[in-house]
């Protein structure tokens, strides 16, 4: 897959096997981050053929994307001999695309970057779309640029490890994009569902493919978030609001998949969509992706619409919320009331306490 930005194309390649680590092995110069956990569980298979002296584990915690973990990475590089012509390549999650990301847009004003993404949100979101994230003084991602890789490798070789959590994570912005996608992409997400609840690598490449197919769509028309690509924040509205009422115990994409729900019952009670296809939405595709629920204390009012009244994209009076109707058509609005907001969260509640959420089988 080939994505166009403002600066010329970069590449996202699939992989069901790790040989490209070797290649990636061959450049010259090439110094790589790794996740430190990463480096622990692949040490001696996928990334056997990496030397101990060009790499940098990086320990990925929240608390090190920020300043600190990029001045570790400097430091390390420059004394490593990396050059302005050199190669940086990470591995691991978000965290470590967020922090070399942004390492190798300063360094020398830039150096040359590819990402290998080995957590499933990491490959089915954010390794494409170009930004980059620092957390500064206790503001999550208050820091950034916009700049993408060289090459993005996404293999299926880094996932059977993933702690489920993790997986299921990665798997609420795979459903997002497939509804963003429409009616066809959601079909074809159906077909795989069932793969991709058992983890099985064939049906998780397929669909995160066809995630990044749709998320590309959204990128190439709008690079610096200034419009259409605020619809992918379908889910997090609520969803961002939840992570921190959960203090982060409901991981980001399982949010992100609670807050499609919510989203989808202010749709019906706006009449924007029909009600037994958002209940066919809830039942078939999002709560069987649910690997955790929320506690009662998750989802208190109060905490809740305070959480949304933080969302850094909110611009009007109201409460920011994107929805989809109808035959996928995505819309974003800013006047959600507080009281049409607690009413949906009453009816998400009852929806959560369902016997179909939680009940995941492998
Ligand atoms: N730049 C963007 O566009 C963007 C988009 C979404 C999220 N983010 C950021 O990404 C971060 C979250 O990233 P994430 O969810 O990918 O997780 P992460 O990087 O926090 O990793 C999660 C955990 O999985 C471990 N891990 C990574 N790969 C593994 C593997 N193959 N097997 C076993 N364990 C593995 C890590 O060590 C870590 O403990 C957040 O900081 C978020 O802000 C950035
Ligand atoms: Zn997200």
């Known amino acids: 897959m080939r994505i166009r930005y403002s600066g010329g194309t970069y590449e996202a390649r699939f992989w069901d096997n790790a040989s490209f680590i070797e290649r990636l092995v061959e450049v010259p110069g090439a110094l790589f981050v790794v996740d430190a956990e990463v480096a622990r569980l692949y040490g001696e298979s996928a990334l056997a053929c990496l030397p101990a002296a060009r790499a940098f584990q990086f320990r990925a915690e929240e608390s090190?994307?920020?300043?600190?973990?990029?001045e570790q990475i400097l430091d390390w590089l420059i004394a490593s001999g990396m050059r302005k012509g050199g190669t940086l390549v990470?591995?691991?999650?978000g965290i470590v695309q967020d922090v070399t990301g942004f390492v190798?847009?300063?360094l020398y004003r830039g150096v040359r970057w590819v990402y290998v993404p080995t957590t499933l949100l990491a490959q089915s979101d954010s390794c494409i779309g170009s930004k980059t994230s620092l957390n500064y003084k206790g503001f999550k991602n208050l820091l950034g640029t916009f700049r993408p890789p060289a090459e993005v490798h996404i293999s299926s070789a880094f996932l059977g490890t993933l702690q489920d959590k993790e997986f299921f994570?990665?798997?609420g912005e795979i459903v997002k994009l497939a509804l963003i996608g429409g009616a066809s992409a959601t079909d074809a997400f159906r077909a795989e569902?069932?793969?991709l609840r058992r983890r099985e690598p064939a049906a998780t490449l397929k669909t995160l493919q066809a995630a990044l197919e749709i998320k590309k769509g959204y990128i190439e028309r709008d690079e610096f978030d200034r419009g259409p690509r605020n619809l992918l924040n379908f889910g997090h509205c609520f969803g961002h609001a939840l992570e921190?009422?959960?203090d982060f115990a409901i991981p980001h994409g399982q949010a992100v998949t609670i807050g499609i729900l919510f989203a989808n019952l202010v749709a019906v009670e706006r009449g924007l969509l029909d009600r037994a296809a958002a209940d066919r939405l809830a039942e078939e595709l999002l709560l069987p992706l649910l690997t955790l629920r929320p506690k009662p204390e998750h989802?208190?009012?109060d905490r809740i619409l305070e959480g949304m009244r933080r969302d850094k994209k909110r611009s009007g009076r109201g409460l920011a919320l994107v929805m989809m109707g109808d035959g996928h058509k995505m819309s974003k609005v800013d006047d959600l009331t507080d009281e049409e907001a607690l009413r949906a969260l009453a009816r998400l509640q009852t929806l959560l306490s369902s016997e179909t959420a939680g009940t995941r089988t492998r």
Not at 64 to 70: A, E, L, P
Request: no cysteine.
């Open 193 to 195: 569902l069932g793969g």
């Open 299 to 301: 989802l208190l009012g």
């Open 64 to 70: 090190r994307k920020d300043f600190s973990g990029v």
């Open 104 to 106: 190798a847009h300063v």
């Open 169 to 171: 994570s990665g798997a």
């Open 244 to 246: 921190s009422s959960s």
């Open 90 to 93: 990470s591995v691991g999650g």
